[in-house]
């Protein structure tokens, strides 16, 4: 608030209660402008940070306006910086910012400056919850196994972190053990209404992760970004944003009894896909809302990266201020939070039809006509009724190789291959469950779906029925509240006895560490080349992700992940077949074990209470003996080890200087990369296990490690020199130059097929600049730095595609890797492009945002694409070389 007696709206100012001076804010509704009640809750959120931001510099009088002008301005390309007011960061991305804020202080003082400068102005939360894994289950002393594993392979990581949260201000570390990053700021990190330095305004954040959108559920604006982006923001550079568009989605109706939230998310998904909602802002109202819970909402708002949207916004109202309640928050909070929000016209009621704003375009959903459903085999978007998951699955068996196509030989879709496991004699098939887990913040934050699983397992144990032993059960809860609860209901010792016992808390296989198979499971799936199945209560399943041998992935609720673990197969139809014969030889059908909405509620209401919450956060931040005692530098520059394969000094900043070079053209470029649709960041740049075979395992074996010692490619993003061995490194990578799946491509001039890594290499030694084409939707999936940070080592100088997941097309235009699309009608096929050519991209000196410039091939051809740097913000970002280039030189001016 320093900048407060420079700011145009200082008139605005005034306190909450004149008994309170010390809580000021601006006060929205004496601009009187009749446009700010019809603007949609999200975009006030906008305006207010605008307001109370502008300086005549960063932020401009005329954003102020750009803003409450959306109706008009909405349908326009025009540009605004948005100041979040916190960031929010786990510790697979969070490393890597570290480590880039370690190496710019470098820089910044080889420049001249004060490396001190490089250090986060606004509050910033890490929460380490990507580095456990489940290597330990169906024990009592599972977690404990887990949790000292996640600590020997990640100690030198947590040391780094440790450093970080000593040399940088404003930054705090959630140590491992505490839960899921989701799941914390919805019960503990959110504000809702933030009390700082005199001043009261809207909590709003962007985060590390794609997910960060689920604390919208809880009326906090909040969207995921690139790590690029957010080392950025937390230096004090505003988000550079179009103004978006803003869907209003209204919910009416009543679910079934029998419906869970996480079907109405997933049937929500599909349909905004089919909508269309990428780069735009979701707004959720109705008389449904009402009737859900904020876990509920923050369920529908955690998968917004899955139907594509920037943010899915739930608005405070009074459900809103009862779960901060229920969570322990303090009395005098909620009473600012609802004051506050209610003077500023932010407080919702949504059974009152006069407050709906205007919306770009309103679509809706009846909630009666929600069924039970799961989502795959290789997208969340793809959501099937689980009373067509058998038909569903066999179809996809045959179908061609594709999204919904495995190209099983029709002869073998029968197949059975008997194995041995513990003495036991099984058999596996096309469709058997290997991997069963509940797990993933999606569902675990939301106490309905955990005790609806916890129910379902006690009345299947009360009628015989068990779980598989080869089966990979686990549960990992997103905070220890969950455990709480699931105890003092009386329900975990029926979760264990089906194998559902607490493993760890934190992502796991949702994030795809899910840890070893059995190794007979394995051999079976590979004698039989079957399609195996995982089912988890994530918000993921992209083909490679949640583990190598599950090539078949389903998203399902909680209760599901177990029914079909009983079951033991996807390849069933609940209606009409049974379960499981109990032990008795009786049939049990699904309907007999399944738990209604008036059960669940009735527990929820007696063993969800606030001293839960209270008691679990109070310790979170030294709760962990081993962070505690865990020893770590406190020099405000690191020194870092060359032996160290975890964390390394990365070479981007290598040779900056204070002067820009003029932009250049792209000559004679290969094609190392030709994909299709659909190409995610776990296909660019894997977060699981680290193949054997692989690049990164060869750079690993040189440096003294064995395979027990790789850990993940997502606990390795702290060292340049194996993430770029790791890029495009997924086995389901699948490259039209082969046309089949796996981690290699052509070396053009030699025809020789090698893996990517040591194919850009080789170009690399010969001069030679890269490209990769691509179709629609490339870069969808995680908010993953690694994505662009890897193809930029690996020389590729731009991707030509015919759309882009906006986190993805950030983080190229952060790595100065440009990001060229398709004009309107053309495709790589009906330019008729191979991929085989040489290409040329003629960059002009001078540059607008979303210009059109030309590519020559050495063909002769000539065609047209449209140059993705949006604003004059991202232009100056390419002119720089990236993001931290700009910011390096910006901090190094004295």
Known sequence: MSEASKNPFQHLVEPLDPSTPDQRFYNLTKLADPRYERLPFSIRVLLESAVRNCDEFLVKRSDVESILNWKVTQTQIVEVPFRPARVILQDFTGVPAVVDFAAMRDAVMKLGGDPEKINPVCPADLVIDHSIQVDFNRKSDSLQKNQDLEFDRNKERFQFLKWGSKAFRNMRIIPPGSGIVHQVNLEYLARVVFNYEGYLYPDSLVGTDSHTTMIDGLGVLGWGVGGIEAEAVMLGQPISMVLPEVVGYKLFGTPDKLITSTDIVLTVTKHLRQVGVVGKFVEFFGPGVAQLSIADRATIANMCPEYGATAAFFPVDEVSMQYLKQTGREEDKLDYITKYLKSVSMFRDYTDVSQDPDFTQVVELDLTE?????????????????????????????????????????????????????????????????????????????????????LLAKKAVEHGLSVKPYIK?????????????????????????????????????????????????????????????????????????VHPNTRANYLASPPLVIAYAIAGTVRIDFETQPIAINNEGKEVYLRDIWPTREEIQAVERTFVIPSMFKEVYEKIENVNERWNALVAPSDKLYTWDPSSTYIKSPPFFEGLTMELEPPRSIINAHVLLNFGDSVTTDHISPAGNIARNSPAARYLTSRGLTPREFNSYGSRRGNDAIMARGTFANIRLFNKFLNKQAPQTIHLPTGETMDVFDTAHRYQQSGVPLLVLAGKEYGSGSSRDWAAKGPFLLGIKAVLAESYERIHRSNLVGMGVIPLEYLPGDTADSLGLTGRERYTVVIPDKLTPRMKIDIKLDTGKTFQVLMRFDTDVELTYFHNGGILNYMIRKMSQN
């Open 370 to 454: 929600v069924v039970p459903c799961c989502s795959g085999p290789k997208r969340p978007q793809d959501r099937i009724s689980v009373s067509d998951m058998k038909s569903d699955f066999e179809s996809c068996l045959g179908a061609k190789q594709g999204f919904k196509g495995f190209q099983i030989d029709p002869k073998s879709h029968d197949a059975v291959v008997p194995f041995e496991y513990n003495g036991n004699k099984y058999e596996l098939s096309h469709g058997s469950v290997v991997i069963s887990a509940i797990t993933s913040c999606t569902n675990t934050s939301n106490p309905s779906v955990m005790l609806g699983a916890g």
């Open 473 to 545: 059960t686990s549960l990992s809860p997103g905070s220890g509240v969950v455990t709480y609860y699931l105890k003092e209901s009386g329900v975990m010792d029926y979760l264990f006895q089906l194998g559902f016992e607490v493993v760890g808390y934190g992502c796991m296989t949702c994030i795809g560490n899910s840890g070893p198979l059995p190794e007979p499971v394995v051999e079976a799936i590979s004698q039989g080349d079957l399609v195996a199945a995982g089912v988890l209560s994530g918000n993921r399943n992209f083909e490679g992700r």
